[in-house]
C-alpha cells in the first residue's frame, strides 16, 4: 500500500506559477512511475503528465503546451508538478497518481493509489 498526499494548490491569478507536491509513504517508492491527473467540476478526470520510476522518461498532455513541469526525488519520496503561466482553464483539483509498473502511462485506470487531490485555483 503506497499513501499519497499532495500540497502546493491555491489560488493564483493567471499568469502565475504553483508548485504542487506529492509525498510518498512507501520506501519502495522509487520503483513506481508517477502520474498527476486534474479535475474541475463536472468534467472527467483528465492526465496532466507523468515520470517513470527512474526519472528518466516524461509525458505530458497536449494542453500543458511546455508550461508544466513533472519531476521526482527519490531519496526523499516526493514528486512535484511545476506548473508556469497558469490559466483560468487550469482550474482544477489536481490528484497524484502511483503505478507500480514501467509503463508511463496516460491513462486514470493504469493507476493503482491516489491522493485525495489539492485544488488549485485561477482568476484572471
Known amino acids: 500500500q503506497v499513501q499519497l498526499v499532495e500540497s502546493g494548490g491555491g489560488l493564483v491569478q493567471a499568469g502565475g506559477s504553483l508548485r504542487l507536491s506529492c509525498a510518498a509513504s512507501?520506501?519502495?517508492?522509487?520503483?513506481?512511475?508517477m502520474g498527476w491527473f486534474r479535475q474541475a467540476p463536472g468534467k472527467e478526470r483528465e492526465f496532466v503528465a507523468a515520470?517513470?520510476?527512474?526519472?528518466?522518461?516524461?509525458r505530458y498532455a497536449n494542453f500543458t503546451e511546455g508550461r508544466f513541469t513533472i519531476s521526482k526525488d527519490n531519496i526523499n519520496n516526493m514528486t512535484y508538478l511545476q506548473m508556469d503561466k497558469l490559466k483560468p482553464e487550469d482550474t482544477a483539483v489536481y490528484y497524484c497518481?502511483?503505478?507500480?509498473?514501467?509503463?508511463?502511462?496516460?491513462?486514470?485506470?493504469?493507476?493503482?493509489?491516489w491522493g485525495q487531490g489539492t485544488q488549485v485555483t485561477v482568476s484572471s
Open positions: 512507501r520506501r519502495t517508492f522509487k520503483r513506481y512511475a
Open positions: 497518481a502511483a503505478d507500480d509498473t514501467s509503463l508511463v502511462a496516460t491513462s486514470v485506470k493504469q493507476y493503482d493509489y
Open positions: 515520470i517513470r520510476w527512474s526519472g528518466d522518461i516524461t
